[in-house]
């Protein structure tokens, strides 16, 4: 099992910046493909971005290709979301999560969740 702690969120403006990171605990975590999450009031939880456990792939939403960017560094555990150029429907909270397939980047099947980070933007 792996646990996720996310930190980061807080309030910008409308294109600003914001850097999401999880920790996760365990001692195998580049065994895990990692994903970004979010969800906004009264809409379901999206997939926003993953990476594979070597970090050699990643994939995006639409929505945030080209404005966001996901990373990892096993050796402290840790995955982040960059996220620039910040717009209001980005406002979300937003979840980090786990999955036991560490060669690719899925946006399903995720086992392991953090408890969420809240981002809003104001305009």
């Known amino acids: 099992q792996v646990q996720l702690v996310e930190s980061g969120g807080g309030l910008v403006q409308t294109g600003g910046s914001l850097r999401l990171s999880c920790l996760a605990s365990g001692r195998t975590f580049s065994s895990y493909t990692m994903g970004w999450f979010r969800q906004a009031p009264g809409k379901e939880r999206e997939f926003v971005a993953g990476?594979?456990?070597?970090?050699?792939?990643?994939v995006y939403s639409d929505s945030v290709k080209s404005r966001f960017t996901i990373s990892r560094d096993n050796a402290k555990n840790t995955v982040s979301l960059q996220m620039d150029s910040l717009r209001p429907e980005d406002a979300a909270v937003y979840y980090c999560?786990?999955?036991?397939?560490?060669?690719?980047?899925?946006?399903?099947?995720?086992?392991?969740w953090g408890q969420g980070t809240p981002v809003t933007v104001s305009s």
């Open positions: 999560a786990a999955r036991e397939l560490s060669a690719f980047v899925t946006r399903t099947g995720y086992q392991y």
């Open positions: 990476i594979n456990g070597s970090g050699s792939r990643t």
